[in-house]
């Protein structure tokens, strides 16, 4: 089949790369299915999803269900008839959906899998320390990020390296990746091979972050929390207390040795630096965020803030 129907299955900006080298190398998109517009702001204006946005800029059939197990939205996805369907960053598939076209359903996860299956691949990969991640083209099946793998492609993590800019070189790797699967999986070329088993000591997960995933424990060593911080910057951003008020840390620099200061008590000279203790040295404050503030570099932040 030289130009199966596609529908494609996304949400956020990271999908969006996907969506349109697919579009531009000439694919026929039968659908884009992307998630309901949700209030936003003050005025709560309805807010359209980048996969969205991108979809009406380019004249595409736009499918926005609230449910995936809908009987009405089974039957349109049925009349739609597509011989493939594509998932970038979208929510769990019911097996009705996934298993529905005959050359299956395509998977793009930010990770080498069978490592960092879950929700926040990127995050927890530089939170633990990796050197090098990478992405994954795969066929959907029952359990999530389980099936059998088609292409991998991996990149290396730089040591200073923040989540926003792994972010980025993931989504546009993971683009090209996912382009080649299509065209190999049309020409034949393309074999499926089963995730290796893992023993559970070694799999390193990645679930979704939440609040206490980010509050800062300056008891651990300068690298874990420095890895951390990069790990959630520039969203959701790890945090701590300053003043008993809430402090988003962004960008650090590491200063090993042997701190006098309990960990989580802070240096300052008032005007150049702003450094915390932590179990083998010191984490100098690069760009930070207090509470009702806006986010700015240690300098214009400790000269507006009064240390008493």
Known sequence: MDNPRIIFMGTPEFAVPSLEKIFNAGYEIAAVITAPDKPFGRGLKLNESAVKKFALSKGLKILQPERLKAPEFIEELKGLKADLQIVVA???LPEIVWNMPPMGTINLHASLLPQYRGAAPINWAIINGEKETGVTTFKLQHEIDTGNILLQEKIPIKPDETAGE???????????LLLQTIDELIKGSLKETP???QQKNILH?????????????????????YNLIRGLSPYPAAFTFLKEKKLKVFKTEKETGNPQEKPGEFITDGKTFLKFACANGYLYTKELQLEGKKKMNVKDFLRGWRNN
Do not use: S, Y
């Open 205 to 225: 997960h990645a679930p979704k972050i939440f609040t206490e995933t980010c509050e800062i424990n300056w008891e651990k060593n300068v690298d874990d929390v």
């Open 90 to 92: 979208f929510r769990m």
């Open 166 to 176: 792994l972010h980025d070189e993931v989504m546009e790797a993971g683009a090209g």
């Open 195 to 197: 995730q290796p088993p």
